[in-house]
């Protein structure tokens, strides 16, 4: 196909000229700008930068994104009734609607109870996951698990992979993070369950 004469284009800053198939892209940029248009006639740059965001919208999918983060503080403590020999409850974190959470600060703890057997805590993150942190303290002792330390017996048994699995957590409010606290010792646990966590979330935005 032949191409249309080019003559140069003005712009703001003065009138151009060229000889390469860069001018036969404003050409055509100006074209679709402004159909009809005496292609051989200067035109302004901003008509050949709309003609070209024109042409690209009828032919790509375009998305520009970018991130929102955010940091929130959450407190879910709870001094429900947990029955003995095997009550349970769980504490559920959801993140806010539209972000994606992970934990920067975390704090739960269970207080002493008892005069036989265990209890414990245990994190993980929706139904259908195993827990990624796990601390079980025996009776008249507390049970807790801290961003950087955890008390009783420990799964994983090092508190270095307990960071990283804490480090590593990641929920929506689709699927959110859950604390949950079982009592297997002899006495119904009346104590205050203290959950404490600073979460920094983010989203993507367009």
């Known amino acids: ?10 712009s703001s800053r003065g009138y151009f000229t060229g000889s390469n198939d860069g001018e036969h892209v404003t050409i055509g940029a100006k074209a679709d700008q402004e159909p009809g248009a005496d292609l051989a006639q200067p035109f302004s740059l901003v008509s050949i930068l709309k003609g070209i965001l024109a042409k690209l919208r009828a032919t790509l999918t375009v998305q520009l994104t970018g991130r929102k983060v955010q940091l929130r503080d959450v407190t879910a403590d709870s001094s429900t009734t947990v029955n003995a020999s095997g009550g349970t409850e769980t504490i559920t974190v959801q993140a806010t609607s539209g972000y994606v959470a992970r934990l920067v600060g975390f704090y739960a703890l269970a207080p002493a109870v008892g005069a036989s057997g265990t209890h414990k805590l245990e994190v993980q993150v929706g139904d259908a996951y195993k827990q990624s942190v796990r601390a079980e303290a025996t009776f008249g002792s507390a049970s807790s698990i801290q961003r950087f330390y955890a ?5 994983p048994n090092d508190v270095h992979v ?19 606290y079982t009592n297997n010792t002899d006495a119904n646990q009346t104590g205050t369950r203290l959950i404490r966590l600073l979460l920094e979330e983010e989203a993507i935005v367009s």
């Open 1 to 10: 196909m032949e191409k249309p004469p080019f003559d140069g284009y003005q």
């Open 151 to 155: 008390a009783g017996t420990i799964t």
């Open 162 to 180: 307990i960071q990283r699995n804490l480090q590593n957590i990641r929920f929506t409010n689709a699927v959110p993070l859950q604390i949950v």
